[in-house]
């Protein structure tokens, strides 16, 4: 039996299938992981401040210009993005009843544009975007126009603040106990494109019970050795490949 094989088969056997999402899944959609070496923000030297600055509470207060036409720029980028065949598969496996959630580290709302229903997203959505004033919610195209650079609600003038945690900000309490229910209660775990190292969504996989972890990463993680299968590759291949095994054994 070949490890994809064996994953097929651990999909067949398993009906309560939660999966972990990182940045590696969006990568794979050409969305560059901020932090990686090739990251968007790399590239801006010019700026005197780093990424992680500009995407933090305090910048976002303090200098909403330049927070507003980086965001708009990295959303933009978003935008333009599509899912890929993990998103794909994985939006499949749920159809199935095979998959009960798919908890993710990223906001670009790419595995509810391949069809998810149940997906926790742990750093808020780029889909949402909240007046602060009104509460009004508005899409990801809408709230893109009104960034000139500083986006203001048409309807109350209050300024409009998308619905992704900043550094500095807290994870949504509601979200991340979902993700912990759905984890507690899943029979298999499958991690993908995340090195876990990411505090305190990599704290989340010690509440999983089941027998079946199997992770799918490039490069190596500190979890390695406790998972039952570990992939050195892309998800997307993974996960395309172990569910065309799957539905022929079906
Ligand atoms: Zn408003």
Not at 62 to 78: A, I, N, Q, S
Request: glycine share 8%.
């Amino acid at each position: 039996m070949t490890p994809v094989e064996r994953f097929a088969e651990l999909l067949r056997t398993h009906d309560r299938i939660v999966f972990f999402g990182g940045a590696g899944v969006s990568t794979e959609s050409k969305i560059p992981d901020f932090r990686g070496k090739d990251g968007l923000y790399r590239q801006k030297t010019e700026l005197p401040w780093s990424p992680e600055e500009m995407l933090s509470h305090h910048f976002y207060e303090e200098h909403p210009v330049e927070f507003y036409t980086l965001y708009k720029e990295r959303e933009g980028m978003m935008l333009q993005a599509q899912p890929n065949r993990a998103h794909y598969a994985l939006a499949e496996l749920e159809r199935m009843g095979k998959l009960s959630a798919v908890v993710t580290q990223n906001i670009d709302g790419l595995h509810q544009k391949a069809g998810s229903r149940n997906v926790l997203e742990l750093h808020g959505s780029v889909l949402r975007n909240l007046c602060q004033k009104c509460g009004r919610d508005y899409g990801m195209e809408e709230f893109l126009a009104l960034c000139t650079p500083v986006p203001h609600c048409p309807a109350c003038g209050g300024v409009v603040k998308p619905d992704v945690v900043l550094y500095e900000e807290p994870l949504d309490g509601f979200t991340i106990q979902c993700a912990v229910e759905e984890i507690a209660r899943a029979d298999m775990l499958i991690i993908g494109g995340t090195s876990l190292v990411v505090y305190p969504a990599a704290g989340f996989i010690d509440y999983f019970r089941g027998d079946a972890l199997v992770l799918i990463n490039r490069d190596e993680t500190p979890r390695d050795r406790s998972c039952t299968m570990v992939f050195r590759d892309s998800v997307g291949a993974v996960l395309e490949e172990g569910l065309r095994l799957l539905k022929e054994k079906r």
